[in-house]
């Protein structure tokens, strides 16, 4: 199949970038999208042009490097990650058009690729559980209801790939929150933080500049690990009680 | 690849966070102060459906809303608590959209090229501009039916614009008016149908697949009954089934 691609260029952080168009031929459907820029890349510096920067790390959708904004969805029409999309998705004469995450807690560091230590820096708030190491403690001694343990485990498949915060017209963190909340806060282990955990996170949230969340579900419709909604009503929950406990 | 430099954007850590002064919290007072609103409406859409009993009937409700809890209460008195609450409430709505809105459009200040809105419904991309043109309508609403009881069309023989009834009756058979509320109240709806479920999944009340998907359906049902039951007043009146003689 053939393509046409419109990228979006930037030399570097300080530099205003623009839209680039590329013609890429030959492209095998059996291509992921990653893939199919490598290939385009390799067009490029055969030519003596500079490669399109762009993150990637696992290529097997567990790691969320790679993230872009694919005809105005993250990660593209499918869900799942960039890497996970593949080039039958599309149609032999499509144009795409390829951003980075537009965020300004997210800031273009090169092309495609944008900086997510905001993310970070959150997690340093909070997405952890204090204990002490040593000898493994008795995997029996703190029994955890069934159905609390499958919500933890299905809200901690998040990745902190950012495609909630591309999606969401608002530019609101608040799936990524809502995941690492209600992972942390369905477990014994999470209780004894789970008040100071709620505040400081969303308080680091604010102060990246993030958005505030107005319920709009573009994020969970974006999500390639599909964190549902009802994350960020426990987020929500949790903020309210700790500020009932008087945080 | 070489020489780039991973830019540090310089942003610390935040100590000695508070819950009060978080998003989330802003998030809050727009659905407890929203709350206070949609039960404002009900009663209002209440004593609005009064006129099918007729202009006494009307008119009773009216006066019995003054009257309210005399002599314990002065005359009046009633409305001027539910007025200060809901003034309160507005001040609060307003305030915590704006400073939702300002943070939003700081969030990304450089747009998409191409973006689709999978997974939102119309009325959520609606509850900005569609709260202004709310509160646009609401001032003329109130500067027509309470402050100055405006006669758009000079008011037809023998009524008198102190009567509610009557004021009803004249200002919805000039059709622009009629469709002016009309369109107001679509907007009311979809302002609505976003703004219950929004109220509470903001209060923590849809943690589950079940409770989230009926939070949606009661608000979109909430939603259609108060926009269609505001509406059935100024289009019965349109069609001559509300008279003045009725």
Known sequence: MNLTLKIWRQPDAATTGSMHTYEVDDVSEDMSFLEMLDVLNEQLNAKGEEPIAFDSDCREGICGMCGLMINGEAHGPVTTTTCQLHMRSFTDGETITIEPWRSDAFPVVKDLVVDRGAFDRIIQQGGFISVNTGSAPEAHAVPVPRDDAMRAFNVATCIGCGAC?????????????????THLGELPQGQPERDSRVVNMVAQHDHEGFGGCTNIGECAAACPKEIPLDVISQLNKDLRTAIRHGH | MTGVAIQNSGTTLVKGARATQSTIFLKILMAVSGAVFIGFVLLHMYGNLRAFWGHDAYDAYARGLRTFGTPDLPFGGLLWIIRTVLIVALVVHVYAAAALWKRAKRARTIQYQVKKHTGAIFASRLMRWGGVTLLLFIIWHLLEFTIVKVQVNGGSPGSDRHDPYYLLVDSFNTWWLTVIYLVAMAMLGAHLHHGIWSATQTLGLTGSE????????TAFTLAVVIAGGFSIVPIFVLFHVITKTS
């Open chain 1, 165 to 181: 915060v591309a999606a969401c017209p608002n530019g609101s963190a608040s799936l990524f929150i809502g995941a690492k909340i």
């Open chain 2, 210 to 217: 079940r409770t989230r998907k009926l939070a949606k359906r």
